[in-house]
């Protein structure tokens, strides 16, 4: 089985090296062999792609050369949006800690700040009671 982490270019060229060995002992392989049997060594995170390509694609007419390509194109596609999805990550995990640092400095006011505020908005509501509830009062 090709392990998790290796590029398809290497598991083909361990592959190709394997196939030429057995083609030197007189062992010969159709086109249509090494295609499935390379699609049975990938790594079981790409059996959702095996899947697809076993189903668009007629196995016997399919060359190693076009499976190959064909698997090439994905694996980059897969990487680019994992880097995608990892900037997206990093970006709200900045976002988050930027708005957990602000709401930490928010909560770090002293409890005395807050009974100065609590005391200066019940006088500024006591002042306006007594003025005529917020109706200026004519200059005389």
Not at 53 to 70: A, F, K, P, R, V
């Amino acid at each position: 089985m090709i392990p998790e982490e290796e590029s398809i270019e290497n598991a083909f060229a361990k592959f190709n090296t394997i196939i030429t060995s057995l083609k030197a002992l007189d062992e010969s392989f159709s086109s249509k062999n090494c295609v499935r049997k390379f699609l049975r060594a990938l790594h079981p995170k790409w059996r959702a792609k095996v899947t697809a390509i076993e189903e668009s694609n007629n196995l016997t007419t399919l060359s190693l050369d076009e499976l190959i390509g064909n698997l090439k194109v994905f694996e980059v596609i897969k990487k680019d949006s994992e880097t995608i999805k990892s900037k997206r990550e990093q970006s709200r995990s900045i976002a988050l800690k930027a708005r957990m640092e602000s709401s930490d400095d928010d909560s770090s006011t002293s409890d005395s700040e807050d009974e100065e505020y609590t005391m200066a908005v019940r006088d500024f509501k006591k002042f306006f009671k007594r003025r005529g509830r917020f109706v200026r009062q004519p200059y005389e």
